[in-house]
Antibody, heavy 122, light 110 residues
Framework: EMQLVESGGGLVQPGGSLRLSCGAS????????MSWVRQAPGKGLEWVST???????YYADSVKGRFTISRDNSKNTLYLQMNSLRAEDTAIYYC????????????????WGQGTPVTVSS | QSVLTQPPSASGTPGQRVTISCSGS????????VYWYQHLPGTAPKLLIS???QRPSGVPDRFSGSKSGTSASLAISGLRSEDEADYYC???????????FGGGTKLTVL
């Protein structure tokens, strides 16, 4: 069973940048697709981005061109570089794991972290 | 506005059976598996039901999922106080080529 721990959240001004990290333990990290999912205050869950086991990246339209997902397999760590942040990016950001290396209709999130909060405000 | 539609709230008393609905379309629920997640605010969301009706190891059999056409349901029988949480349905959407969630249902155990 994999454990996921997010870090790097905080308060940032509009237009600023932040890099989130997700440390994984308990399983072979690079065998799975890894994702970021967020929850804005008072809202539901929203998929943000996925990095497949082969390195393909996928982004929600709302963050495309501003966010970059990456991983360091040697450190068992997933990252989310967030640039040009907007107030609507304010949310708790969760790291989530797939049981397979692909991002497709057969996948789902089988393990999640506890999230790291991001607040975009002046 | 979420792609999948859930009632914002549901409630029941201990021991009761509660169902939570999730409505979609032919491009998501109608042609793909449905998943259910349980989320207590401040904690990690937990996979409750996979592939419409499969319970992962450790999930009590009080929880069950079903799907018919473009709708799905989560049923919780023998309701307990610890079931008080937010519940989300999710599915792949062929038109969006991505995973979509419902808006979530807050379950209150009275």
């Amino acid at each position: 069973e994999m454990q996921l721990v997010e870090s790097g959240g905080g308060l940032v001004q509009p237009g600023g940048s932040l890099r989130l990290s997700c440390g994984a333990s308990g399983s072979t990290f690079n065998s799975y697709a890894m994702s970021w999912v967020r929850q804005a205050p008072g809202k539901g869950l929203e998929w943000v981005s996925t990095l497949s086991g082969s390195g393909n990246t996928y982004y929600a339209d709302s963050v495309k061109g501003r966010f970059t997902i990456s991983r360091d397999n040697s450190k068992n760590t997933l990252y989310l570089q967030m640039n040009s942040l907007r107030a609507e990016d304010t949310a708790i950001y969760y790291c989530a794991k797939d049981p397979r290396p692909y991002y497709d209709a057969w996948g789902y999130f089988d393990f999640w972290g506890q999230g790291t909060p991001v607040t975009v405000s002046s | 506005q979420s792609v999948l539609t859930q009632p914002p709230s549901a409630s029941g008393t201990p021991g009761q059976r509660v169902t939570i609905s999730c409505s979609g379309s032919t491009s998501n629920i109608g042609s793909n598996f449905v998943y259910w997640y349980q989320h207590l605010p401040g904690t990690a969301p937990k996979l409750l039901i996979s592939m419409n009706n499969q319970r992962p190891s450790g999930v009590p059999d009080r929880f069950s999922g079903s799907k018919s056409g473009t709708s799905a349901s989560l049923a919780i029988s023998g309701l307990r106080s610890e079931d008080e949480a937010d519940y989300y349905c999710a599915a792949w959407d062929d038109r969006l080529s991505g995973r979509v969630f419902g808006g979530g249902t807050k379950l209150t155990v009275l």
